[in-house]
């Protein structure tokens, strides 16, 4: 199973929306809708932001929203602040029953 | 609160195995299915498995199939994670997560760290 594709970095400024891309086939994002997305920080360990596509967990801010489109699912930040800065990955359920993660994308605040 | 406690950072040399344990806490240990996720510095996750703690059934990944072995106790709601035959490419944080239904991962463990160096 190939990981999913993600641009290596997108860069914002403050207050601005920014959008990273997850690019997979019809054996994982095009057939389910079962994205998730990660944040993680340095040192840290991952951090669920989305799920199931689109949902937000308790306690994660409204400024993240997630979609899909065909193979292609997308997190976007908006209202970018400071302590978004980090690295984000996405994740499918695959048809092999298994899960495959993206290589992830590095957030920079400018 | 719900809670995943990892055992310690271990080094090993190469053809050694390796086995890591997390501790669930806060919620049922038998509901939800326990994954492992490793990732190499500078690297992405990568899903090495996943385990039913009710059952004792298995899922591996392809690439870990017949290297890895997943086992539970559920009398301590624990989760096991064994690799055998380490290399050098093995060097990565190995974490337990939390697993719901469809596939998402909504607890993490804080990480073990396995350094395979001779």
């Known amino acids: 199973q190939s990981a999913l594709t993600q641009p290596a970095s997108v860069s914002g400024s403050p207050g601005q929306s920014i959008t990273i891309s997850c690019t997979g086939t019809?054996?994982?994002?095009?057939?389910?809708?079962?994205v998730s997305w990660h944040q993680q920080h340095p040192g840290k360990a991952p951090k669920l932001m989305i799920y199931?596509?689109?949902n937000r967990p308790s306690g994660v801010s409204d400024r993240f929203s997630g979609s899909k489109s065909g193979n292609t699912a997308s997190l976007t930040i908006s209202g970018l602040q400071a302590e978004d800065e980090a690295d984000y990955y996405c994740?499918?359920?695959?048809?092999?029953?298994?899960?495959?993660f993206g290589g992830g994308t590095k957030v920079t605040v400018l | 609160q719900v809670q995943l406690v990892q055992s310690g950072a271990e080094v090993k040399k190469p053809g050694a195995s390796v086995k890591v344990s997390c501790k669930a806490s806060?919620?049922?240990?038998?509901?939800?299915?326990m994954h492992w996720v490793r990732q190499a510095p500078g690297q992405g996750p990568e899903w090495m498995g996943r385990?039913?703690?009710?059952?004792?059934?298995?899922n591996y990944a392809q690439k870990f199939q017949g290297r890895v072995t997943m086992t539970r106790d559920t009398s301590i709601s624990t989760a096991y994670m064994e690799v055998s035959r380490l290399g050098s490419d093995d060097t990565a944080v190995y974490y337990c997560?939390?697993?719901?239904?469809?596939?998402?991962?909504?607890?993490w463990g804080q990480g073990t760290l396995v350094t395979v160096s001779s």
């Open positions: 806060g919620y049922t240990f038998i509901y939800f299915t």
């Open positions: 199931d596509v689109s």
């Open positions: 385990i039913n703690p009710n059952t004792g059934d298995t």
């Open positions: 019809s054996s994982d994002i095009g057939g389910y809708k079962y």
């Open positions: 997560a939390r697993g719901k239904p469809t596939g998402y991962l909504d607890y």
């Open positions: 994740s499918s359920y695959t048809s092999s029953t298994t899960l495959v």
